[in-house]
């Protein structure tokens, strides 16, 4: 940090009046610093200066400043398709350590600011035009449509009990909960855009449902086989009974298991079907796969599984992502339209950074010398 003054450029960024050098000096120094608590004591004294003035404000400030640390900085990286390579390098293990007063900082300061506002004020470097037009993540919302026809809209708040004949299913916490029933019905689950849900089969077998997902199941497995079908993506862990074999129908595979934990991933807008394995064994066609692999295309292949199951913990993961991969998937969690202005622009993509995030903060870190991007309504621009 030589020749910089960290604590001024800390009281300029909280002032929203540094410059882009003095952001990127800042940003560096974050994470390169290795002295953790050199760095907590220069922010505590910095916000207790600003607390005083505007707590509101400067929660929002550190918030972002912590959000913009995790998925820190754009540069340039060979690629062997000769495309530019944007990546968005982030709080990793390695360099974790180093850091944990600064996350605890701003860690606490958004935890404050949440609990006590709940509302969010312009954040800074962050595209006036994006933030104008602002959009929300997705939440726990789906429908669940009954036997008889009947929707009903499940939400995360609250408790739910929920009747289809004899049947009685319980929503509560973003989970539908089926008990053991000898009543034959089917029903179906479906996430719209902006939306995602747990569900808990007869069995006991655990559904993570995706934005843009449906899963059609019986409220009892009487026979000697459990069958469910799946559209969109979903994360599943599976009851094992070795005397009834689970399948899952998709437009593409039927995936037979006995007992495991496995990603489907079967959207009819993706160029192929993905089926992730994480624990057991996964049969497809005469195909078997390991833990770590995926089938796609009838071939088995290596994966990244902590890639594959990012959006079920809660992040995104860009890694190695082509541009219109990554709009594909905020495009189904933002509910957003996404429009090419030029063509798509040949970029790749690396690192990950949280859904939790609204659309102009995710915009703000996807940005490069070779694209921009504005909101207009439900609809994101990508200009090269």
């Known amino acids: 940090m030589t020749g910089y003054n960290l604590a001024e450029i800390l009281r300029r960024y909280f002032k929203g009046v540094a410059s882009e050098e003095e952001k990127d000096v800042l940003m560096s120094f974050l994470i390169e610093s290795k002295n953790s608590e050199q760095v907590q004591s220069i922010m505590e004294e910095i916000w207790s200066e600003y607390a005083v003035i505007d707590p509101v404000f400067n929660a929002d400030k550190s918030e972002t400043l912590f959000q913009k640390i995790l998925a820190y900085k754009q540069v340039d990286a060979p690629s062997t398709t000769a495309r530019p390579v944007n990546r ?58 009954l036997s008889n026809g009947q929707k009903v809209e499940l939400k995360a708040a609250g408790q739910q009990t929920i009747a289809d004949g004899n049947l009685v299913v319980v929503n509560k916490n973003g989970t539908l909960t089926y008990g053991k029933s000898d009543e034959l019905l089917y029903n179906t689950m479906s996430t719209p855009k902006g939306g995602q849900y747990r569900l808990v ?73 993905k ?36 959006w079920k913990n809660g992040v995104f993961n860009f890694n190695d992502q082509r541009l219109e991969q990554v709009m594909r998937q905020l495009s189904r969690w933002y509910d957003i339209e996404v429009m090419y202005e030029n063509g798509i622009p040949a970029i790749e993509f690396g690192g990950e950074m949280s859904k939790s995030l609204h659309l102009s903060d995710v915009l703000d870190f996807l940005k490069g010398s070779k694209v921009k991007f504005s909101i207009e309504g439900k609809r994101v621009i990508v200009r090269q």
Request: aromatic share 10%; glycine share 8%; charged share 20%.
């Open 201 to 273: 089969l007869p069995d006991g077998t655990k559904v993570w449902l995706n934005a843009i997902s449906s899963i059609v199941y019986p409220t009892s497995f009487p026979g000697k086989e459990r069958i469910v079908s799946v559209t969109g993506e979903a994360y599943f862990e599976v009851a094992k009974n070795s005397k009834q074999p689970f399948t899952i129908k998709t437009f593409k595979d039927d995936i037979k298991v006995l007992g495991t934990h496995f990603n489907v991933n079967a959207y009819a807008d993706e160029p192929v079907a």
């Open 275 to 310: 089926t992730t394995l994480l624990e057991g064994s996964v049969r497809i066609g005469d195909k078997i796969l390991k833990p770590g692999e995926a089938y796609m295309n009838g071939k088995v292949v290596k994966t990244d599984p902590e890639q594959d199951l990012a």
């Open 88 to 145: 968005l390098l982030l709080a990793r293990r390695s360099w974790l350590s180093y850091a944990a007063a600064v996350l605890l900082f701003f860690g606490i300061g958004a935890y404050v600011w949440n609990m006590s506002n709940g509302k969010r004020t312009t954040p800074m470097a962050v595209n006036p035009s994006l933030v104008q037009n602002d959009i929300l993540p997705g939440s726990d919302v789906a429908t669940l449509t």
